[in-house]
C-alpha cells in the first residue's frame, strides 16, 4: 500500500455489506418490511419475497464485480466451507447468457455433506445437506484472487434435519435465551422490549512471522505450532513488546487488514503489540452474537489472507512457540434488549438494581452447575498447551466480580440484605499538570477464567484458532436455564418483591463457591478450588464428555439447542479431532527428525570429527579437547535422538490402530504426546549445539525478531 495512499473510514466502512442502509435504499418499501419482520419477528419469509431481495442483492454484487455466489457456512472442521456458483443462467436462442439468482437459490442450497464431520450422524453414502440463509447476518462481497463473490451466511443441517454446524445451534440459543430474558424483564415491568439478544465483542489475538521462513517449517506448514525449538537468548522477559511501538512493517500489515474489515462491515477497533515477541491483538466493537460469530470467522480469513500479500504468515495457534506467551480470544458477552437495555449494567449503586442481582446472581448460578461445560466449550486441541500457563487462564472455571459486586454478594451472602455499593475513588496522580480523575469501582482480574469488568462478562478460556460460537453457545443456553428456573419461581409468587429478595438471597448462598477475585495461577487456588468441589479440568480429552452428562444435555434438549443424538455425535468429532491433530504432529516430528535434524547433526558431527582429525594430523601434540567434548556430546545427543524417535514412530503406530475414539484420544494424550517431549527434548538441546549453517531451520530467534 502507498504511503500516500488516504481513505475515510466512514466513506469504506460497510461498502462490501449487503445491510441495513443498502437494502433499504434498494427494496420497495413493501418487501423492506416485509423482511424485518423476518429477522425481527421471526416471521416465515415467503417466496415472493425471497425472490425481490435475491434480484436486488444479485444486482447489488454484479456492480461490485462478483460473478459468482456461494452459501457461506461454518460446519464441524473448525474453518468456513462454501461451494460457488455463478450468476450464469442458461443461455438463451441468440448465444447470449442472462445473470439470475432466484429467491429459492437464496434461501436453500445443496451442498455433499458425506465429507463433513456428523459424528455417525449421517452415513458416507447419505450425503445430502443443506444450507439456509440466516436473513439476520447480512450477505457481503469478497475480493480475492478469484474476483468478487457474494457470500451468504448460513446454517447448515442434515437431510434428517440434524445440525452439522456452529450456527444452527448458536441461532437456537440465542432464540432460548431471548425467551427467557424476556419473561425476566416482564417481572420487572418492561413492556416495551421485544427481544434481549447476546451481544459479544470477541478479541483475537495472533502471532506475524516472516513467509519465507514459515515456509522452510514444516511443523509450522502441517501443525501451525513449532515442535521443535529452543528459546533464544532474549523472550519476553523483558516486557518491551507489550503495547510497544508497532515495527513498520507490521503496521503496513494493521493498516492493509483493517481497511479490508472495515470494507466488509466488521467493527476493527483496537489493535497493539501483545506480550510476546511477534504477537499482537485485534478487538472489533460488540456486535449481535451470529454477527459477531461471522466477524470473527471473516476477521482470521482475512488476518491470513492480508499476509501473505506482505509477505507475511499469520499464526492463530493458541501455542506456536513453547516458553512464551499463547493466543487467546477473549469472548466479551452481554445482554442487550432490542430497545438498548443492558441487562448486565448495574448502575451506580448495584445494591438497588434488584434486576441486575437477579441477572448476576442467575448467572452465577448457571456457571457454577455446568462449569465442565462451560470448560468443554473453550476445549481444543491447541488449548491444552495454553490453558493454565502464565498468559491464560486457569482451567478452573471460577467467577471474578471485583470489589463492589463483591461486597455486594457479601452482604447478601451474611445478612440476606445489601445496603450500600462500593463506589469509585478520585484517582491522584501527585503530579499538577496531570488531571485527576474518577477510578473504577473495582479492578481487573487478568487470571480469572469468567471475569465481570463493567457491564458484560469475558470468558478468557476461548482458543485463539477456535470459532467463539461453541463457548456462546453452552453461554445462551445455561443462562436460558438459569433465567428459566428463576421466572417459574417468581411468577408463582404472591409477593413478587419478598420472593425476588429471597431468591436472590438464596442464589447467592448456594453459588457463592463460584466467586473467586484472587490470583488464578497460585497453587494455593488450586487446593482452594479441590476443597470447594470445582472441577479442574486439564485436557480437551477430560473435557469432552461433559457435553454428555445428563445435566447437560437436559439443559440443552430442554431449549432444543442440541438433541441428545446431536451432542454425542460432537462427542465423536471432537475425541476424533484430538487423535487426528496430534498424529499429524507426531508424523511431522518424524519426518523432521528423520530427514532434516538427524541427518544435519550427523553432518555437523562428521565436520567436528574431521576437524579433530585435521588438527592432530597437523599439529600431533595439540589439545582437541574441546573438540572432542562437543564430538561426545552431540553424539550422545544424536543417539537419545535416535531412540527416541523409533520409539514415537512406534507408539504412534500403536495408538492409530486403536478403534474406539475415546481410548485413541486418551492415547495420543498419555503415550504420543510423552514420547514427542521425549524426541523434542535432545533436539532443542543439539540446536544450541550445532552451527547455524547446520541447522536445517529458522530458529525461534529468526521467527520471533526478525519480522
Given at each position: 500500500?502507498?504511503?500516500?495512499?488516504?481513505?475515510?473510514?466512514?466513506?469504506?466502512?460497510?461498502e462490501?455489506?449487503?445491510?441495513d442502509a443498502t437494502m433499504q435504499a434498494?427494496?420497495p418499501?413493501?418487501?423492506?418490511?416485509?423482511?424485518?419482520?423476518v429477522?425481527?419477528?421471526?416471521?416465515e419469509?415467503?417466496?415472493?419475497t425471497?425472490?425481490?431481495?435475491?434480484?436486488e442483492?444479485?444486482e447489488?454484487?454484479?456492480?461490485?464485480?462478483?460473478?459468482?455466489?456461494?452459501?457461506?457456512?461454518?460446519?464441524?472442521?473448525?474453518?468456513?466451507?462454501?461451494?460457488?456458483d455463478?450468476f450464469?443462467?442458461a443461455?438463451?436462442e441468440?448465444?447470449k447468457?442472462l445473470m439470475?439468482?432466484?429467491?429459492?437459490?437464496?434461501i436453500?442450497?445443496?451442498?455433499?455433506?458425506?465429507?463433513f464431520?456428523?459424528g455417525g450422524?449421517?452415513?458416507?453414502?447419505?450425503?445430502?445437506?443443506?444450507?439456509?440463509?440466516?436473513?439476520?447476518s447480512?450477505?457481503?462481497?469478497?475480493?480475492?484472487?478469484?474476483?468478487?463473490?457474494l457470500?451468504?451466511?448460513?446454517?447448515f443441517?442434515?437431510?434428517?434435519?440434524?445440525?452439522?454446524?456452529?450456527?444452527?445451534p448458536?441461532?437456537?440459543?440465542?432464540?432460548?435465551?431471548?425467551?427467557?430474558?424476556i419473561r425476566?424483564?416482564?417481572?420487572?415491568?418492561?413492556?416495551?422490549?421485544?427481544?434481549?439478544?447476546p451481544?459479544?465483542g470477541?478479541?483475537?489475538?495472533?502471532?506475524?512471522?516472516?513467509?519465507e521462513k514459515?515456509l522452510?517449517?514444516?511443523?509450522?506448514?502441517?501443525?501451525g505450532?513449532t515442535?521443535?525449538?529452543a528459546?533464544?537468548?532474549?523472550?519476553?522477559e523483558?516486557?518491551?513488546?507489550?503495547?510497544?511501538?508497532?515495527r513498520?512493517?507490521i503496521?503496513a500489515y494493521?493498516r492493509?487488514?483493517?481497511k479490508?474489515?472495515?470494507?466488509?462491515?466488521?467493527s476493527?477497533?483496537t489493535?497493539h503489540?501483545?506480550?510476546?515477541?511477534?504477537q499482537?491483538?485485534?478487538?472489533?466493537?460488540?456486535?449481535?452474537?451470529?454477527?459477531a460469530?461471522?466477524h470473527?470467522q471473516?476477521?482470521?480469513?482475512?488476518?491470513?489472507k492480508?499476509a501473505?500479500?506482505?509477505?507475511?504468515q499469520?499464526?492463530?495457534?493458541?501455542?506456536p512457540?513453547?516458553?512464551?506467551?499463547g493466543?487467546?480470544k477473549?469472548?466479551?458477552w452481554?445482554?442487550?434488549?432490542?430497545?438498548g437495555?443492558?441487562?448486565?449494567e448495574p448502575?451506580?449503586?448495584?445494591?438497588?438494581?434488584?434486576q441486575f442481582?437477579?441477572?448476576?446472581?442467575?448467572?452465577l448460578?448457571?456457571?457454577?452447575?455446568?462449569?465442565?461445560?462451560?470448560r468443554?466449550?473453550?476445549?481444543?486441541?491447541?488449548?491444552?498447551?495454553?490453558?493454565?500457563?502464565?498468559e491464560?487462564?486457569?482451567a478452573i472455571?471460577?467467577v471474578?466480580?471485583?470489589?463492589?459486586l463483591?461486597?455486594?454478594?457479601n452482604?447478601?451472602?451474611?445478612?440476606?440484605?445489601?445496603?450500600?455499593s462500593i463506589?469509585?475513588?478520585r484517582l491522584h496522580?501527585?503530579?499538577k499538570?496531570l488531571?485527576d480523575?474518577m477510578?473504577?469501582?473495582t479492578?481487573?482480574n487478568?487470571?480469572?477464567?469468567?471475569?465481570?469488568?463493567?457491564?458484560?462478562?469475558?470468558?478468557?478460556?476461548?482458543?485463539?484458532?477456535d470459532?467463539?460460537?461453541q463457548?456462546?453457545?453452552?453461554l445462551?443456553?445455561?443462562?436460558?436455564?438459569?433465567?428459566?428456573e428463576?421466572?417459574?419461581?417468581?411468577?408463582?409468587?404472591?409477593?413478587?418483591?419478598?420472593?425476588?429478595h429471597d431468591?436472590?438471597?438464596?442464589?447467592a448462598?448456594?453459588?457463592?463457591?463460584?466467586i473467586?477475585?484472587?490470583?488464578?495461577?497460585?497453587?494455593?487456588?488450586?487446593?482452594?478450588a479441590?476443597r470447594?468441589?470445582?472441577p479442574?479440568?486439564?485436557?480437551?480429552?477430560?473435557?469432552?464428555?461433559?457435553?454428555?452428562?445428563?445435566n447437560?444435555?437436559?439443559?440443552f434438549?430442554?431449549?432444543?439447542?442440541?438433541?441428545?443424538?446431536?451432542l454425542?455425535s460432537?462427542?465423536?468429532i471432537?475425541f476424533?479431532k484430538?487423535?487426528?491433530t496430534?498424529?499429524?504432529?507426531?508424523?511431522t516430528m518424524?519426518?523432521?527428525?528423520?530427514?532434516?535434524?538427524?541427518?544435519?547433526?550427523?553432518?555437523?558431527?562428521t565436520?567436528?570429527a574431521?576437524?579433530?582429525?585435521a588438527?592432530k594430523?597437523?599439529?600431533?601434540d595439540a589439545d582437541?579437547s574441546?573438540q572432542?567434548?562437543i564430538?561426545k556430546?552431540a553424539?550422545a545427543?544424536?543417539?537419545d535422538?535416535?531412540k527416541?524417535?523409533?520409539?514415537?514412530?512406534?507408539i504412534?503406530?500403536?495408538?492409530?490402530?486403536?478403534?474406539d475414539?475415546?481410548?485413541k484420544?486418551?492415547?495420543?494424550?498419555?503415550?504420543?504426546?510423552?514420547?514427542?517431549?521425549e524426541l523434542?527434548?535432545?533436539?532443542?538441546?543439539?540446536?544450541?549445539m550445532?552451527?547455524?549453517?547446520y541447522?536445517?531451520?529458522?530458529?525461534?530467534?529468526?521467527?520471533?525478531?526478525?519480522v
Open positions: 500500500m502507498s504511503e500516500t495512499e488516504y481513505f475515510n473510514v466512514a466513506d469504506i466502512f460497510g462490501d455489506v449487503f445491510n434498494r427494496l418499501k413493501k418487501v423492506y418490511k416485509k423482511l424485518h419482520e429477522m425481527d419477528e421471526g416471521k419469509l415467503d417466496l415472493e425471497a425472490d425481490v431481495v435475491a434480484h442483492m444479485k447489488w454484487a454484479i456492480e461490485k464485480g462478483a460473478t459468482h455466489y456461494t452459501h457461506w457456512f461454518q460446519p464441524l472442521t473448525g474453518v468456513t466451507a462454501e461451494k460457488h455463478s450464469v443462467s443461455p438463451m441468440n448465444g447468457v439470475s439468482f432466484s429467491g429459492k437459490e437464496l436453500k442450497g445443496e451442498p455433499d455433506a458425506s465429507s464431520p456428523s450422524l449421517r452415513a458416507t453414502f447419505e450425503a445430502r445437506g443443506y444450507t439456509a440463509w440466516d436473513c439476520t447480512p450477505a457481503f462481497v469478497r475480493h480475492d484472487a478469484a474476483g468478487a463473490t457470500c451468504i451466511p448460513t446454517a443441517c442434515s437431510y434428517t434435519g440434524e445440525a452439522l454446524d456452529q450456527k444452527t448458536l441461532l437456537r440459543s440465542m432464540e432460548a435465551i431471548s425467551e427467557q430474558a425476566l424483564v416482564r417481572l420487572f415491568g418492561n413492556t416495551t422490549s421485544t427481544s434481549v439478544a451481544s459479544v470477541p478479541e483475537q489475538e495472533y502471532f506475524i512471522v516472516d513467509r514459515y522452510q517449517r514444516k511443523d509450522l506448514i502441517f501443525t505450532r515442535l521443535f525449538g528459546m533464544p537468548p532474549k523472550g519476553q523483558m516486557d518491551d513488546h507489550y503495547f510497544g511501538s508497532i513498520e512493517r503496521a494493521m492493509d487488514l483493517n479490508e474489515l472495515w470494507k466488509l462491515g466488521v476493527a477497533k489493535q503489540n501483545e506480550v510476546a515477541p511477534a499482537h491483538e485485534l478487538a472489533p466493537i460488540y456486535a449481535k452474537c451470529n454477527i460469530v461471522d470473527n471473516l476477521t482470521m480469513e482475512t488476518l491470513k492480508v501473505g500479500r506482505h509477505g507475511l499469520c499464526l492463530l495457534h493458541e501455542k512457540f513453547d516458553g512464551v506467551n493466543s487467546g477473549h469472548n466479551n452481554s445482554l442487550t434488549t432490542d430497545d437495555i443492558n441487562l448486565l448502575g451506580q449503586t448495584p445494591h438497588e438494581n434488584i442481582l437477579l441477572v448476576l446472581t442467575c448467572i448460578k448457571a456457571v457454577d452447575e455446568h462449569a465442565d461445560l462451560l468443554a466449550s473453550a476445549a481444543d486441541v491447541g488449548n491444552d498447551h495454553r490453558l493454565g500457563a502464565n491464560a487462564p486457569p472455571l471460577s471474578y466480580l471485583g470489589d463492589q463483591q461486597d455486594v454478594v452482604q447478601l451472602v451474611s445478612t440476606g440484605e445489601a445496603t450500600r463506589e469509585g475513588e496522580t501527585g503530579v499538570t488531571p480523575f477510578k473504577d469501582a479492578d481487573r487478568r487470571t480469572s477464567p469468567f471475569a465481570f469488568t463493567g457491564n458484560k462478562f469475558e470468558f478468557r478460556m476461548v482458543g485463539s484458532q470459532s467463539v460460537a463457548a456462546n453457545i453452552v445462551n443456553t445455561i443462562v436460558a436455564e438459569s433465567f428459566s428463576a421466572c417459574d419461581i417468581l411468577e408463582k409468587a404472591d409477593n413478587f418483591d419478598l420472593a425476588v431468591l436472590i438471597k438464596k442464589l448462598v448456594d453459588h457463592e463457591r463460584i473467586f477475585n484472587g490470583d488464578g495461577y497460585s497453587d494455593k487456588w488450586v487446593e482452594e479441590e470447594r468441589g470445582l479442574n479440568i486439564r485436557s480437551m480429552v477430560d473435557a469432552i464428555p461433559a457435553y454428555i452428562k445428563a447437560n444435555v437436559a439443559a434438549e430442554k431449549f432444543h439447542v442440541f438433541t441428545k443424538p446431536e454425542e460432537r462427542v465423536e471432537e476424533e484430538y487423535a487426528k496430534i498424529n499429524i504432529e507426531a508424523k518424524i519426518d523432521m527428525a528423520g530427514k532434516q535434524i538427524i541427518p544435519a547433526v550427523i553432518k555437523y558431527t565436520a567436528v574431521n576437524s579433530i582429525n588438527v594430523t597437523a599439529m600431533p582437541v574441546a572432542s567434548d564430538l556430546k553424539s545427543l544424536l543417539g535422538a535416535q527416541a524417535l523409533l520409539k514415537l514412530i512406534e504412534t503406530d500403536k495408538a492409530s490402530s486403536i478403534s475414539e475415546k481410548a484420544a486418551e492415547s495420543y494424550r498419555d503415550d504420543v504426546m510423552t514420547a514427542m517431549a523434542r527434548k535432545p533436539v532443542d538441546e543439539l540446536e544450541m550445532v552451527g547455524k549453517e541447522w536445517p531451520m529458522p530458529s525461534y530467534g529468526d521467527l520471533l525478531f526478525e
